[in-house]
T-cell receptor, first 113, second 116 residues
Framework: GNSVTQMEGPVTLSEEAFLTINCTYT??????LFWYVQYPGEGLQLLLK?????DKGSNKGFEATYRKETTSFHLEKGSVQVSDSAVYFC????????????FGKGTKLSVKP | GAVVSQHPSWVICKSGTSVKIECRSL??????MFWYRQFPKQSLMLMAT?????????EQGVEKDKFLINHASLTLSTLTVTSAHPEDSSFYIC????????????FGPGTRLTVT
């Protein structure tokens, strides 16, 4: 079946450190891939997305590339800030699902000044 | 994007009672809303898809008679947890489906339910 696996947290980094959160997926067909972010006390927000192989989603300094050969969609940021502290969810939608998102378990990121 | 609110944000109830959670779209008419459940350190699990004016579609393993969903208007969907038990304690999150080319969802802030 369709599933998403992302690295377990929590992840603690110092400000300006490089961030990678790994995400791999299993899906039939060609899903669309997403990263959502949940800041403390808020709802999930779409961070970035990619709809086909080799697409790169980017937003707020974060990037992720849809790698079909490795079925991965790793999230990266070159220099994190304290304000990036949040929980990050990798997710996919498989075709024809009417928006049925399948989420990974989430990775909590804490950035220290 | 759309703004989604949930009420209440936090509720404690006794076993056997029922609790209603509201999900409102503040600036968008949503024909489709989703209800998710999130356990601590776990992923969001889709419970049901709520379509305005019709019966909700429940995921496998979700009891439709226990989790009553009503999507009576384009801006409001409600989830009622009936005869709640401690194992129903969880974080309940709603979202609505946008109308862009990608199936983007807009999420509410969630409701923390604790059943004692």
């Amino acid at each position: 079946g369709n599933s998403v696996t992302q690295m377990e947290g929590p992840v603690t980094l110092s400000e300006e450190a490089f961030l990678t959160i790994n995400c791999t997926y299993t899906a039939t067909g060609y899903p669309s891939l997403f990263w959502y972010v949940q800041y403390p006390g808020e709802g999930l927000q779409l961070l970035l997305k990619a709809t086909k192989a080799d697409d790169k989603g980017s937003n707020k300094g974060f990037e992720a590339t849809y790698r079909k050969e490795t079925t991965s969609f790793h999230l990266e940021k070159g220099s994190v800030q304290v304000s990036d502290s949040a929980v990050y969810f990798c997710a996919l939608i498989y075709g024809g699902s009417q928006g049925n998102l399948i989420f990974g378990k989430g990775t909590k990121l804490s950035v220290k000044p | 994007g759309a703004v989604v609110s949930q009420h209440p944000s936090w509720v404690i109830c006794k076993s056997g009672t029922s609790v209603k959670i509201e999900c409102r779209s503040l600036d968008f008419q949503a024909t489709t809303m989703f209800w998710y459940r999130q356990f601590p350190k776990q992923s969001l699990m889709l419970m049901a898809t709520s379509n305005e004016g019709s019966k909700a579609t429940y995921e496998q393993g979700v009891e439709k008679d226990k989790f009553l969903i009503n999507h009576a208007s384009l801006t409001l969907s409600t989830l009622t947890v009936t005869s709640a038990h401690p194992e129903d304690s969880s974080f309940y999150i709603c979202s609505l489906l946008g109308q862009g080319p990608i199936d983007e969802q807009y999420f509410g802030p969630g409701t923390r339910l604790t059943v004692t």
